[in-house]
């Protein structure tokens, strides 16, 4: 009974897959963008119904994380602010979460952006923004760490730092 809760699992994240990689509502010049839009979308209602197929120890309510909470960008965008916020359910050390912002310099007056974040013991608190949604257009997985010392997180590939409120 347990192999067929994850094998109902596995088939729920191998067709969402499918249909975003072969055929999925998605076509033209926003096509790779789309394609991890859909697949972000398609993954919240398979996490919605994970309750129902994975054993009540692999499922929990993603109650909080330590990114949770207020930000800047005093480098990139002053004046702006950011509002990251978990989304619903957790599988394992993985949270869907949403990064609403904007009104700094240079940036978009508002956006939503959706993240991913892994908190395992141990290791540091993790955040993964896709920022090639519009209107922000920009890279897509960039990673962030909680920087308990700096008061905020630290994203790895430019080192910018946003502070949290």
């Not at 509502?25 to 859909?38: D, M, N, S």
């Not at 993240?115 to 962030?144: H, M, T, W």
Request: net charge positive; charged share 20%; with cysteine.
């Amino acid at each position: 009974r347990r192999t067929m809760r994850f094998s109902l699992i596995a088939l729920l994240l191998v067709s969402a897959e499918a249909l975003v990689m072969h055929g999925g509502p998605v076509a033209g010049a926003q096509q790779q963008q789309g394609r991890r839009l859909a697949c972000l979308r398609l993954l919240s209602p398979v996490l919605a119904l994970a309750p129902f197929v994975l054993a009540p120890a692999t499922v929990a309510a993603a109650d909080s994380s330590v990114f949770e909470g207020r930000y800047t960008d005093p480098n990139n965008h002053p004046g702006g602010t950011r509002e990251i916020t978990v989304e619903g359910t957790a599988v394992g050390a993985y949270k869907l979460a949403k990064v609403r912002g904007g009104g700094g310099r240079g940036e978009p007056a508002n956006y939503e952006l959706p993240a991913i974040i892994v908190e395992r013991q141990g290791v540091p608190a993790q955040i993964i923004i896709d920022f090639s949604v519009a209107p922000k257009n920009g890279p897509r997985d960039f990673a962030g760490v909680y920087d308990a010392k700096a008061g905020g997180i630290r994203f790895s590939k430019d080192g910018n730092l946003w502070p949290k409120q």
